[in-house]
């Protein structure tokens, strides 16, 4: 099975894509990560993409889209994945699917974590405030709010994309974790079966 975790920055793609992997044995595909991971490791990926990043701008699609594919390629992914801050552009998405179609397999279904976007910016603003250790190098209020307007313009319009898929469900992100989980486990427990 194969899922994408979708929502603005802040919205708990990671918190539920760990819950899904420990639960069910699904490998997290979090192309942060796997960004932040090049540029510690000073990878020509990273130099190309860390002043991108720290900006709160989109890595080129190219890049973004050539990790994941080369990723798709391990053994451990033939389980199923969970796609958390991937895809971000209409174009990475339709790559997804040429990527994933290659290997007979496909999306089964795009969880919507809906927030309220600028109650997350707040949320984050203050757990940077509180836990300056813990903040990522693009965690300033500023590049918060360009990451938010990236969302917006960039990686929103995905939505209209995955629902004309008919793949697109969209779960209450704004309650508690334990509850997003429980929500997002009876919709995996639907899939495949006759609606
Ligand atoms: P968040 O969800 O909090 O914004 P991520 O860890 O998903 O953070 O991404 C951090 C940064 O890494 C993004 O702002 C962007 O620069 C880069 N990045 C991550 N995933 C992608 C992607 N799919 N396409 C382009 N850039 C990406």
Do not use: H, W
Request: one cysteine or more; a neutral charge.
């Amino acid at each position: 099975m194969d899922l994408i975790l979708f929502g603005p920055p802040g919205a708990g793609k990671g918190t539920q894509a760990k819950v899904l992997q420990d639960e069910r044995g699904l490998i997290q595909l979090s192309t942060g990560d796997m960004l932040r991971a090049a540029v510690a490791q000073g990878t020509e990926l990273g130099k190309k993409s860390k002043a991108i990043m720290d900006r709160g701008d989109l890595v080129p699609d190219d890049l973004v889209i050539g990790i994941i594919a080369e990723r798709l390629e391990k053994p451990d992914c033939a389980k199923g994945v969970i796609f958390d801050g991937f895809p971000r552009t209409v174009a990475q998405a339709k790559a997804l699917d040429v990527v994933l179609a290659g290997q007979g397999r496909k999306i089964d279904a795009v969880i919507e974590l809906r927030v309220d976007d600028e109650a997350m910016v707040g949320r984050m603003e203050s757990r940077v405030r509180e836990n300056p250790a813990a903040a990522r190098a693009d965690d300033t209020p500023e590049t918060l709010r360009k990451r938010l307007a990236v969302y917006r313009q960039n990686t929103e319009p995905l939505l209209d994309f995955y629902r004309g898929q008919g793949k697109l469900v969209t779960v209450d992100g704004m309650a508690p974790i334990a509850e997003v989980s429980a929500a997002i486990k009876r919709i995996i427990g639907g899939l495949g079966k006759p609606s």
